[in-house]
């Protein structure tokens, strides 16, 4: 089973680094560099869905998102009771992006 945090080395081995994070406007900030995004013109490209062994709290979602540029980054959430975000931000903004799968 793969981890999270083997998924996380992976994809930083490979030149993807730059951890997302939805902001309450609904606009994505790159945690680095606090460079913002508008989530019109992304996508998400890849997910990666983790469940805990024996804890429900280590469930989590990573996706991976590319706008128009062709930045790419990532952005966590754990699911269910554990969601990292109130209301319905995080999956109103999940939901409303296009998905266009690949490979990494």
């Known amino acids: 089973m793969t981890t999270l945090s083997g998924v996380m080395e992976v994809l930083k081995e490979r030149g993807i680094?730059?951890?997302l994070r939805l902001l309450?406007?609904?606009r994505l900030e790159d945690q680095d560099s606090g460079r913002i995004f508008s989530c019109e013109g992304m996508k998400i490209i890849r997910t990666?869905?983790?469940e805990g062994d024996s804890n429900p709290s280590d469930s989590?979602?990573?996706y991976l998102l590319e706008n128009a540029d062709g930045f790419i980054g990532y952005i966590i959430n754990?699911?269910?009771a554990y969601d990292d975000y109130e209301g319905d931000l995080f999956n109103n903004m999940i939901r409303s992006l296009p998905v266009e799968e690949r490979e990494f």
């Open 17 to 19: 680094d730059h951890e």
């Open 60 to 62: 989590a979602v990573l």
């Open 48 to 50: 990666y869905r983790f």
């Open 24 to 26: 309450e406007d609904g």
């Open 78 to 80: 754990a699911y269910g």
